[in-house]
């Protein structure tokens, strides 16, 4: 079976959503069969992971033409994007740890609400980046309403909501968004990570 050439097919559809997750939990056989038979997919245990291959097809199928006014903008979505990636890593460690490094118990509210608070700014920081993106890469809009059903269901108490990934948690979904927006612009994670290192070194003057 060979690699499709359009994104919109059943396969190449299944190719990219695998590669953005970055595994499938729990599926059904017959959704990954078709994947694991093209040498898109491998099974390890209760998981289901993209292989090399899938990685390269999902890269070919999502990368937006280079030099193009495409690009730019997304660029630009892109590069305000990471200082705010900065943050919900941040974020998501005080939610883990406390500040000493001891596992975080949650038996201290003022500390977990003070948490809350700066994913709230976290949260208010990438509306302005997710609309710009909206209304140039296709499909982005999905992002926005995944993150809020993640924090509403994270204020529901469901914590897992926040970090797990396990469902589609707050983390969970922006780690996709972070990872579209890496192939859409053919950019390695060693760029991406120096990158943010520049550009957060920057914004803190």
């Known amino acids: 079976m060979g690699l499709p050439d359009a994104p919109d097919e059943p396969l190449g559809e299944a190719v990219v959503d695998l590669v953005l997750r970055g595994m ?52 630009a979505a892109y590069e305000a994007f990471l200082p705010v990636n900065r943050k919900i890593r941040d974020v998501c460690t005080a939610w883990q740890c406390r500040p000493d490094g001891s596992a975080n118990d949650h038996s201290d509210d003022a500390y977990d609400a ?5 994913l709230e700014d976290v949260h208010e920081a990438i509306q302005p980046v997710l609309r710009r993106l909206e209304r140039v890469l296709a499909g982005s809009d999905r992002y926005l309403p995944a993150l809020e059903e993640a924090l509403d269901r994270f204020d529901d108490g469901a914590t897992a909501w926040l970090a797990s990934p396990l469902c589609d948690s ?27 290192e520049e550009l957060v070194t920057r914004s803190r003057g």
């Open 114 to 118: 003070g948490v809350r608070e700066s």
């Open 24 to 75: 499938w939990r729990g599926r059904p056989e017959s959704e990954h069969r078709p994947l694991v038979d093209a040498g898109l997919a491998m099974v390890k245990g209760p998981v289901v992971l993209p292989t090399e291959r899938a990685k390269a097809a999902a890269a070919r199928m999502l990368r937006v033409p280079a030099g193009s006014e495409q690009e730019a903008r997304i660029t």
């Open 170 to 196: 707050y983390h969970t979904v922006w780690m996709r968004l972070h990872q579209e927006l890496l192939l859409v612009l053919g950019i390695s994670r060693a760029e991406d990570e120096a990158l943010e």
